[in-house]
């Protein structure tokens, strides 16, 4: 670099803000040479006057010299930028109308594109809130039809897969078998509040790397049998029922009639809900003692932090290794090597983010596309409405050009233009973004993964600057392009721009239409096949009826001497309970049960067919239902055979209800009431064929399913349905209240429809289809919106040449005719190439669809026929303007 | 006049700016163009005016300096040296300079 730049530089910043002083300088300099350049040509013998002028011709240009001087001195570059805003403000200013629209369209596009940035941003792109969270990896089986059961390990399989395995620095699991509202806190005399608790392994939260907020974390003493109950909070909670009591640490609290102490409050950053369990709330952590669950079967999914340097393959085949040595339950020495599979792999090793998230890649992805094609539908209509404007503004252009303004200054003050609509729909589109991204992060019933973290952040704002510049170019480059390129000589004249000029421009405009209506229909097939999966979704038989019916968690005291007592105990207190709850007003039926439908579930036992043999692996475990009598009428299940009776207890025979797709597979051919299932050596008498019922997902395939009579089995839980004539919500009280006279220490726990847990179940599905059908609909709005603006333009354009077609005797309807004809035309090119770029798009979003198929005819048909629809009332008007055209006055206006 | 006067580039009006001053010593704008002018016999294409963003231009690299003062004729004018800096640039371009029009000239004549 030559000597001095950095001093010009400097110097340049300093001559910028000093701009009078130096012009009144430069005017003295000025003035004192051309005195001096008068003198001397005196001196030479000149007139005065002559003197005078050859001074200023040998100066040359005074403006000029000015110009020059200034723009060597400052900072050129920003003296014209502030000029372009100066002008552009004010032009923008004029046209307020067409400023605010502009403005709303982008601060919409931008929008909606930053806040579901946010959202993938949040559940596909950040890495989980843990420390180095690359190294969590989730190790499960694959998923089969068993259910939870099958997706998760035993006490015994964890420890000896614990010991076993190479690839980690340590591994942990928690109770996926947890439901909510599973304890109760008990202040002072007050009622029991249910919370939920999660049972998780005492090194849960080192192996993620959390530290606690206050208190300490499980010590290995508090995972011993017998050991004194401690709670860690999590911090939402501990902020609600606590009031954010710092001194909470070390306090005793009554959990479920025990006592507890807290150790802990996990930090804000802790959601188990929001990694493990979308959609559901933890409020506090307990310990998991294993001794308390080695005999309970499959409980825990495995989490493990891998060795730095160690790769998930690495860990995939390490598994492989060890799965073969992993005993359901040491006790039983034959159940060892039970875990492998034999048909297919028998473990999975994947990234704890995929496994939270991976699943949603697909829709997010397609949410992202949606939205991204709407900034560019708005784009496209920006750039059609700047033609026209610029095209009405092409005498001043041309003045300009004409005035000695280059190409590139007018281009760049027509960006200009373009980056503060742009700047200004970007400022309008954070605040929109910030709006949906807070409302968005509280939908607690949305059961998407993280959801719950999603804040507005510095990402956010840089993705809306990299918009509004991107928007900018988009829309604003070609009308610039174009304006500047005009023809001088012929925009100056007169009789404004040829008849050649305005076609060329309103088939640019036009194609730009025509592109709009492809995306927009593009998008419209889009949300129309995921509406119909949606529909097709909810129209699905789940094998029960949740309308009608709610259900609440009972509490019942389970203390009696052996199992049979128990058993008698229990089916006394449960017919009590159905009893004084059925003759409440409204209720038509009630029973319980332990695991509801699309919650979760287990299973245990491979029951099979007496006197019948099976090839091994082609009867897998059922899932298991323990219910009374009464719990079938309640969920509107439909049932073949009878019921559970009360009589069916620890004495009589032990009887089961199995489901029919179970019985199909027992039985082909046969009926299965009045068969037996051996399970070891207890038979099993069917006295009953219940319907399938969506047990896991309403979507995925429905399972095998056995129900147990709960005076003969074990229920794990209890919860109470009924099927009520009037609105479920309206018995909530009297419920608690017959609940509470039988037992006072039932607490307040929610009333849950079944529909809720049902939307839940869709909740996903249903946002997605919502913010597409939204996305769609905007689109169409846009490119109608575009499509008036283009016909509307043609026909101001053409107002002689309808006149001149009217005075030789055109009639009205022709006139309206050849506008509407035009209009659909344009349309009809613009559905084609629509259609055949969303049959491609179509096969993409494929696997996101249920029960459609990507080139579904009456999606389709129903888009083409809307956007046929759409073009002709987005005509209709400019059509009616045409043919009311006075064929007098369009003569004689120029 | 049938030959063109030589239209001058940006870079090579500051080059003689600097060089007059580097040989005139101290002088205001006028005399700085008045002197191209006559050293060049007229050949040169020098709308004056344009004098003043040379002026500037080489002011803020620090090559001269400026100061008002009082001309012969009793005027006040802006006066111009060149510095110690300015001095060390200008030996530089002349190098180049003359460098140049050699290797030009051996390649244009051949």
């Not at chain 1, 050859?54 to 010299?65: E, I, L, P, T």
Request: a positive charge; one cysteine or more.
């Amino acid at each position: 670099m030559k000597d001095g730049w950095l001093e010009q530089a400097w110097n340049r910043i300093r001559a910028f803000f000093h701009k009078e002083p130096l012009d009144a300088d430069l005017e003295a300099e000025m003035a004192s040479h051309l005195e001096m350049a008068v003198e001397e040509n005196v001196r030479r013998g000149m007139t005065p006057e002559e003197a005078r002028r050859m001074a200023m011709v040998r100066f040359g240009g005074m403006q000029q010299a000015r110009e020059k001087q200034r723009a060597a001195r400052g900072l050129p570059f920003v003296d014209v930028l502030g000029q372009d805003m100066r002008y552009t403000l004010r032009t923008l200013g004029r046209d307020a109308g067409f400023t605010t629209v502009a403005v709303l369209i982008l601060a919409l596009g931008i929008g909606a594109n930053v806040a579901v940035f946010s959202v993938v941003n949040t559940i596909l792109l950040r890495p989980l809130p843990f420390p180095q969270s690359q190294q969590l990896v989730w190790i499960a089986p694959p998923p089969q039809k068993c259910g939870l059961s099958c997706a998760t390990y035993s006490i015994d399989a964890y420890e000896e897969f614990r010991a076993q395995s190479r690839s980690y620095q340590d591994i942990t699991g928690y109770n996926a078998f947890t439901g909510p509202d599973n304890l109760r806190l008990t202040v002072g005399n007050g009622e029991p509040q249910p919370l939920t608790g999660m049972e998780v392994l005492g090194n849960f939260f080192q192996v993620l790397g959390v530290h606690p907020m206050l208190g300490r974390l499980f010590d290995p003493e508090d995972t011993l049998k017998g050991a004194h109950w401690v709670v860690l909070l999590e911090y939402a909670y501990w902020k609600r029922q606590f009031a954010g009591d710092k001194g909470i640490v070390g306090k005793e609290i009554e959990l479920s009639g025990e006592p507890a102490t807290v150790v802990g409050v996990l930090p804000e950053s802790f959601d188990f809900g929001a990694v493990f369990s979308p959609g559901s709330r933890v409020d506090m952590i307990t310990p998991l003692i294993p001794d308390y669950e080695r005999d309970d079967g499959n409980v825990i999914p495995l989490i493990g932090r891998l060795k730095p340097g160690v790769t998930v393959g690495q860990a995939q085949a390490d598994a492989e290794m060890v799965v073969p040595k992993l005993c359901w339950n040491i006790k039983y020495p034959q159940s060892c090597g039970s875990y492998v599979n034999k048909q297919g792999a028998s473990i999975e090793v994947r990234t704890l983010k995929d496994y939270v998230s991976g699943r949603l890649r697909r829709s997010l992805i397609v949410l992202w596309s949606a939205v991204g094609m709407i900034l560019l539908i708005a784009c496209v209509n920006l750039s059609n409405l700047l033609l026209a404007r610029a095209a009405a503004r092409g005498k001043e252009f041309a003045m300009r050009s004409a005035l000695g303004a280059s190409r590139g200054r007018m281009v760049r003050q027509l960006m200009t233009e373009s980056l503060i609509l742009s700047g200004a729909g970007a400022v309008l589109g954070l605040g929109l973004a910030w709006a949906l991204v807070a409302w968005l992060a509280h939908q607690g019933s949305l059961a998407l993964p993280l959801l719950s973290t999603l804040h507005f952040d510095g990402q956010a704002v840089g993705w809306t600057v990299v918009m509004a510049i991107a928007a900018a170019v988009l829309f604003g480059l070609m009308p610039g392009l174009r304006m500047a390129s005009g023809n001088l000589i012929e925009t100056l004249k007169d009789s404004g721009h040829g008849a050649s000029a305005g076609r060329k421009h309103e088939t640019v405009r036009a194609t730009l239409v025509i592109a709009e209506v492809g995306l927009a229909c593009v998008l419209l097939v889009g949300a129309g096949l995921l509406l119909r999966s949606f529909l097709k979704v909810l129209d699905i038989d789940l094998g029960f009826q949740p309308d009608q019916a709610a259900s609440m968690r009972v509490v019942y005291d389970d203390s009696a001497a052996n199992d049979d007592a128990r058993a008698a105990r229990r089916g006394v207190i449960f017919q009590e309970m159905i009893a004084r709850v059925s003759v409440l007003p409204g209720v038509k039926a009630a029973g319980i049960v332990d695991f509801l439908p699309l919650g979760p579930n287990r299973a245990w036992g491979t029951p099979t067919p007496q006197g019948k043999t099976f090839p091994p692996g082609a009867l897998a475990a059922p899932l298991v239902y323990v219910c009374t009598p009464g719990y079938m009428r309640a969920m509107g299940m439909r049932l073949r055979g009878r019921d559970f009776r009360w009589d069916d207890g620890p004495k009589s025979q032990e009887v089961v209800i199995i489901n029919a797709a179970a019985a199909r597979t027992y039985w082909p051919g046969e009926d299965a009431v009045g068969k037996v299932l051996m399970s070891g050596n207890t038979q099993l008498h069917v006295i009953g064929v219940v319907d399938d019922v969506h047990t896991s997902s309403v979507e995925a395939e429905k399972g095998w399913q056995i129900y147990y009579s709960a005076m003969q089995r074990g229920p794990d839980d209890a919860h109470l349905v009924i099927r009520s004539s009037v609105p479920p919500a309206t018995l909530a009280g009297s419920v608690l209240r017959t609940l509470r006279a039988m037992n006072p220490n039932q607490p307040a726990m929610e009333f849950q429809p079944l529909r809720t847990i049902v939307d839940r179940a869709v909740s996903p599905r249903r946002f997605f289809m919502l913010l597409v059908g939204i996305f769609a609909g905007l689109g169409l709005l846009l490119a109608s919106l575009g499509i008036y603006g283009v016909i509307a333009y043609g026909v101001t354009r053409q107002t002689q040449e309808i006149g001149i077609r009217m005075a030789l005797g055109a009639s009205r309807g022709r006139v309206q005719r050849s506008v509407l004809g035009k209009t659909l035309s344009m349309v009809l090119i613009g559905v084609g190439v629509g259609t055949v770029a969303s049959l491609a798009v179509a096969r993409l979003i494929a696997s996101l669809l249920f029960g459609t198929e990507a080139t579904d005819p009456m999606t389709y048909a129903g888009v083409i026929v809307l956007l046929l629809a759409v073009a002709l009332v987005a005509g209709y008007l400019p059509a009616r303007r045409a043919s009311r055209i006075n064929p007098l006055t369009a003569l004689r206006t120029n | 006049m049938s030959e063109e006067k030589l239209d001058l580039l940006q870079g090579t009006l500051d080059l003689m700016v600097l060089q007059t001053l580097a040989a005139m010593g101290e002088q205001h704008g006028y005399g700085i163009a008045r002197r191209i002018e006559q050293v060049s016999g007229d050949e040169v294409l020098l709308n004056q005016g344009t004098i003043y963003a040379s002026l500037v231009r080489l002011q803020q690299r620090g090559w001269i300096d400026a100061e008002w003062g009082i001309s012969d004729n009793n005027r006040k004018a802006k006066f111009y040296s060149i510095t110690k800096r300015g001095r060390k640039q200008l030996k530089e371009d002349v190098a180049y300079w003359r460098r140049l029009a050699m290797v030009m000239g051996r390649v244009l004549e051949q």
